[in-house]
């Protein structure tokens, strides 16, 4: 597994879970770019993600979701504010190019060992992990303030 030696950029997302009914999901447009192509448009609108960031996104979604599965599997009460954020980066590599991701798992109130235990078995679980597992560096990083 290659690991980034030099971040050329970076995408991040925070995902949670919307729990307001009043709250009606929405259409997007997407103008992607990538760095140091300033003529390639795929979609034009007014936000402009990268690769990295709808990666981050969809995979943040993903991850949100899984965990929350994988909690009430084992009987662990989540606090409603928890939440993941993923940053994907793409970088050198001598001389080819490699992704890397840091995800921050957010669940105050719980214990560590018992947000890492869930954490793994996420990874295991969340089709986006698995797909880059021993492809990618991938550090998890655990908050539970």
């Known amino acids: 597994m ?22 009606e999901p929405g259409a997007l447009d997407l103008k992607l770019s990538a760095p140091g192509v300033e003529s390639l448009e795929f979609i034009a609108t007014d936000l402009h993600p990268r690769a990295e960031q709808l990666f981050a996104g969809a995979w943040s979604a993903c991850y949100t979701t899984v965990f929350g599965r994988v909690a009430s ?3 662990v009460t989540l606090p409603p504010d928890y939440s993941v954020d993923i940053q994907v980066s793409i970088g050198s590599s001598g001389a080819g190019y490699c992704l890397g991701a840091e995800l921050t798992v957010r669940v105050p109130g719980l214990g560590t060992e018992v947000v890492e235990e869930l954490a793994q078995l996420t990874h295991q679980h ?6 880059v597992h021993g492809n990618i560096e991938v550090i998890t990083n655990i908050v539970t303030v």
Not at 2 to 23: C, F, M, Q, W, Y
Not at 126 to 131: G, N
């Open 73 to 75: 599997l084992k009987k």
């Open 2 to 23: 290659e690991k980034i030696e030099k971040v050329l950029a970076s995408g991040t997302t925070h995902a949670t879970i919307n729990r307001d009914p009043n709250v």
């Open 126 to 131: 969340c089709p986006y992990s698995k797909s």
